[in-house]
């Protein structure tokens, strides 16, 4: 059976380093070089306060081992530190609320600060009157000082009033049980990271139907087209002020890509609809690969050629279940859903493509990209934008822009020259590269 995962929230870390060559065995992913910011993923949904004259927000936080930098606190513990501030801005760019804390993250083994699955999730709840706002949140890791940055878009609250029919945004889940009391108690979906897979979970609640009357669900999940793939409806008995619900939807049918669910929820003779776009991708394939045929290509840099060569050469079938089989075969913890070194890997890709992508060529296919997506991240980036310290010629062209690469680990400089002036840098010294790597 395929299976598949749920994913509304991506973003991308920077990655550790892994090499494979034709000559050597796969090694484990290196310590992870120094990086610019630290990346974190937010979600937040729309429900009714406890007060009748404001609306609340709750946001979800959530910090993965991987972006912060863990220090030795004891003998046999490991600490990570680091300070969030979260803004709440009226329509007018003016701060009206805001939450601001410390938190600090324990471990046991140095093994789990390079994780990708393992992380810490917070939740900051905010009241406040019935409006439009925007989110500005900042985390910084406390040790190395980075800061990642978030800024949402509009984010409507709406009214809740102590009687009217309404219900509250959806939220997707990873996860949801009910506690001794009957209530739901459930662990929000804020990343790619899936763990009950080929499974939807959705969260919403309704307010105000007494627990005597009913109100009818219909759920439909709709492809990128709009064109309606599955559909189902039910009937649930009122809680009074407040009923959960949880719509449970087996997503076996669904293909990798993008699709939206839409809930209708009548009581009487009013209907409330509610709406909420994700994303649905095999297990296994990278979200921003929609074509497993592109998510082989990139595979270049560390499959050895037999392998990287048969791979392209299988039908599309064929070519997913041996994707899947060569990333098995590099999982450092094949027991678990997750594979760190598969998705550090693609990660680099994504930001190779977003921070080197030139007029004529995506980012993982440049020289940049490639020395990135092999070696990390350099630890120090020297850049001579107009070639002010060379005056170097090369096959007739002038240098227009130097950058040298240093990555303190290898004892190595690599050196990118730009002779058109557009940044298309190359790189000019590749057996430096070939020296590290073993390709």
Same mark, same amino acid.
């Given at each position: 059976?395929?299976?598949?995962?749920?994913?509304?929230?991506?973003?991308?870390?920077?990655?550790?380093?892994?090499?494979?060559?034709?000559?050597?065995?796969?090694?484990?992913?290196?310590?992870?070089?120094?990086?610019?910011?630290?990346?974190?993923?937010?979600?937040?949904?729309?429900?009714?306060?406890?007060?009748?004259?404001?609306?609340?927000?709750?946001?979800?936080? =959530? +910090?993965?081992?991987?972006?912060?930098?863990?220090?030795?606190?004891?003998? %046999? *513990? @490991?600490?990570?530190? $680091?300070?969030?501030?979260?803004?709440?801005?009226?329509?007018?760019?003016?701060?009206?609320?805001?939450?601001?804390?410390?938190?600090?993250?324990?471990?046991?083994?140095?093994?789990?600060?390079?994780?990708?699955?393992?992380?810490?999730?917070?939740?900051?709840?905010?009241?406040?009157?019935?409006?439009?706002?925007?989110?500005?949140?900042?985390?910084?890791?406390?040790?190395?000082?980075?800061?990642?940055?978030?800024?949402?878009?509009?984010?409507?609250?709406?009214?809740?009033?102590?009687?009217?029919?309404?219900?509250?945004?959806?939220?997707?889940?990873?996860?949801?049980?009910?506690?001794?009391?009957?209530?739901?108690?459930?662990?929000?979906?804020?990343?790619?990271?899936?763990?009950?897979?080929? =499974? +939807?979970?959705?969260?919403?609640?309704?307010?105000?139907?007494?627990?005597? %009357? *009913? @109100?009818?669900?219909? $759920?439909?999940?709709?492809?990128?087209?709009?064109?309606?793939?599955?559909?189902?409806?039910?009937?649930?008995?009122?809680?009074?002020?407040?009923?959960?619900?949880?719509?449970?939807?087996?997503?076996?049918?669904?293909?990798?890509?993008?699709?939206?669910?839409?809930?209708?929820?009548?009581?009487?003779?009013?209907?409330?609809?509610?709406?909420?776009?994700?994303?649905?991708?095999?297990?296994?394939?990278?979200?921003?690969?929609?074509?497993?045929?592109?998510?082989?290509?990139?595979?270049?840099?560390?499959?050895?050629?037999?392998?990287?060569?048969?791979?392209?050469?299988?039908?599309?079938?064929?070519?997913?279940?041996?994707?899947?089989?060569?990333?098995?075969?590099?999982?450092?913890?094949?027991?678990?859903?997750?594979?760190?070194?598969?998705?550090?890997?693609?990660?680099?890709?994504?930001?190779?493509?977003?921070? $080197?992508?030139?007029?004529?060529?995506?980012?993982?296919?440049?020289?940049?990209?490639?020395?990135?997506?092999?070696?990390?991240?350099?630890?120090?980036?020297?850049?001579?934008?107009?070639?002010?310290?060379?005056?170097?010629?090369?096959?007739?062209?002038?240098?227009?822009?130097?950058?040298?690469?240093?990555?303190?680990?290898?004892?190595?400089?690599?050196?990118?020259?730009?002779?058109?002036?557009?940044?298309?840098?190359?790189?000019?010294?590749?057996?430096?590269?070939?020296?590290?790597?073993?390709?």
């Amino acid at each position: 059976m395929t299976t598949m995962r749920l994913s509304v929230a991506l973003l991308f870390p920077l990655l550790t380093c892994i090499l494979l060559s034709s000559s050597v065995a796969w090694s484990p992913p290196l310590p992870p070089a120094a990086a610019d910011s630290v990346a974190f993923d937010v979600e937040y949904v729309n429900v009714a306060s406890d007060s009748a004259n404001l609306s609340r927000l709750n946001v979800y936080l =959530r +910090i993965v081992y991987d972006e912060v930098q863990f220090i030795k606190a004891s003998k %046999d *513990s @490991f600490r990570a530190q $680091y300070k969030a501030t979260i803004t709440m801005l009226d329509t007018s760019g003016a701060g009206v609320d805001s939450s601001v804390f410390t938190d600090a993250i324990s471990i046991a083994s140095l093994d789990d600060a390079n994780s990708t699955s393992k992380f810490r999730l917070r939740l900051i709840v905010f009241d406040l009157p019935p409006d439009e706002y925007t989110i500005d949140i900042k985390v910084k890791d406390i040790e190395t000082d980075h800061e990642g940055k978030y800024n949402s878009g509009p984010i409507k609250l709406k009214e809740y009033l102590d009687q009217g029919f309404l219900a509250s945004d959806i939220l997707f889940l990873d996860n949801a049980t009910k506690g001794p009391d009957g209530k739901v108690i459930w662990q929000p979906r804020v990343s790619n990271v899936q763990s009950n897979a080929g =499974r +939807i979970l959705m969260y919403f609640e309704v307010y105000n139907v007494l627990p005597e %009357d *009913s @109100f009818k669900v219909h $759920y439909e999940v709709l492809d990128s087209d709009g064109k309606v793939l599955l559909e189902h409806e039910y009937w649930q008995r009122g809680d009074g002020r407040r009923t959960q619900n949880i719509i449970d939807i087996e997503g076996e049918t669904l293909t990798h890509g993008s699709y939206a669910t839409r809930v209708r929820v009548t009581y009487g003779d009013q209907t409330y609809e509610l709406g909420k776009p994700f994303n649905w991708y095999l297990e296994g394939l990278p979200l921003e690969f929609t074509d497993i045929a592109k998510a082989i290509r990139v595979l270049k840099y560390i499959a050895n050629k037999d392998d990287y060569k048969k791979l392209m050469h299988l039908d599309k079938e064929n070519q997913y279940k041996g994707f899947v089989k060569f990333w098995k075969s590099r999982d450092p913890t094949p027991l678990t859903p997750d594979n760190d070194v598969r998705d550090r890997y693609y990660k680099r890709v994504a930001f190779a493509n977003k921070q $080197y992508a030139t007029l004529k060529r995506e980012g993982w296919t440049t020289d940049m990209g490639w020395v990135y997506i092999v070696l990390g991240p350099p630890d120090v980036v020297n850049r001579d934008t107009y070639n002010q310290s060379f005056s170097t010629i090369r096959t007739g062209k002038t240098v227009k822009a130097v950058q040298s690469w240093v990555y303190y680990q290898y004892n190595r400089q690599l050196l990118f020259y730009d002779t058109t002036g557009f940044g298309n840098f190359r790189l000019e010294n590749p057996e430096t590269l070939y020296e590290i790597v073993k390709f």
